[in-house]
């Protein structure tokens, strides 16, 4: 699977849009771009995923560019409980479909 | 259905000893994989299950690391000898097919060897 790579962290205002990049230049075209979350003590929750098009759900937005080599995950008016850590992972649809994470993004959404 | 749910949530135990911990995926998910999570580090595959084949383990699934499915349900998760290095979440998670579907976590066992 691709590499990705995060910034660290990042800090939003409540109620304004976080917008968190991701780069993975190495990504594969049979290759899916996922994103978790993972708040403090809890197991990570799956938000989104996508293969070339935008996608929106009811959680966030995920903007992939053109070449795909890097993309956005958009959550539109962040709250403080969306505090967490994001995973950017890509993965190919294999038989195994097992995750790799790396670091992630450290988002504090302060008040 | 209230989620993959995984016991015990916490467990303390001596250098040497052995633990084993339980995964329910939810129901109907033929897939199960077990991850560990240090402090700070995201979480690593271990392994995991399609019904109660385990088809793949990582190079992190040492011989004192030994997983079940046995009837294609729940999952357990042993250590054998247990070591100060093992301190660690353990993560379960469950999905409903092999394809491009999303894996649901538990919350963890957070395993502490003293």
């Known amino acids: 699977d691709a590499k990705t790579t995060q910034p660290p962290s990042m800090d939003c205002a409540e109620g304004r849009a976080a917008n968190l990049p991701c780069n993975h230049s190495?990504?594969?075209?049979?290759?899916?771009v996922y994103w978790y979350r993972q708040i403090h003590s809890q197991g990570p929750q799956y938000i989104i995923h996508?293969?070339?098009n935008n996608e929106t759900n009811e959680m966030a937005s995920l903007i992939i560019t053109e070449d795909r080599k890097s993309s956005t995950l958009i959550l539109p008016h962040a709250t403080l409980r969306d505090t967490a850590v994001y995973y950017c992972i890509v993965r190919v649809e294999h038989a195994g479909n097992m995750l790799t994470f790396g670091g992630g993004t450290r988002l504090m959404v302060k008040p | 259905d209230t989620g993959v749910s995984q016991d015990p949530r916490h467990k303390i135990t001596k250098r040497g000893q052995n633990v084993t911990f339980r995964c329910d995926p939810i129901s109907e998910h033929n897939r199960l994989y077990w991850y560990r999570q240090t402090l700070g580090q995201g979480p690593e595959f271990l392994t995991y299950f399609q019904n109660e084949a385990q088809l793949e383990k990582s190079r992190l699934l040492s011989d004192r690391f030994s997983a079940e499915r046995p009837k294609g349900s729940f999952s357990t998760l042993e250590i054998q000898r247990t070591e100060q290095g093992d301190s660690a979440m353990y993560l379960c998670?469950?999905?409903?097919?092999?394809?491009?579907?999303?894996?649901?976590f538990g919350q963890g066992t957070r395993l502490t060897v003293v």
């Open positions: 190495t990504i594969s075209g049979n290759e899916y």
């Open positions: 998670a469950s999905s409903l097919h092999a394809g491009n579907t999303e894996a649901f």
């Open positions: 996508g293969l070339k």
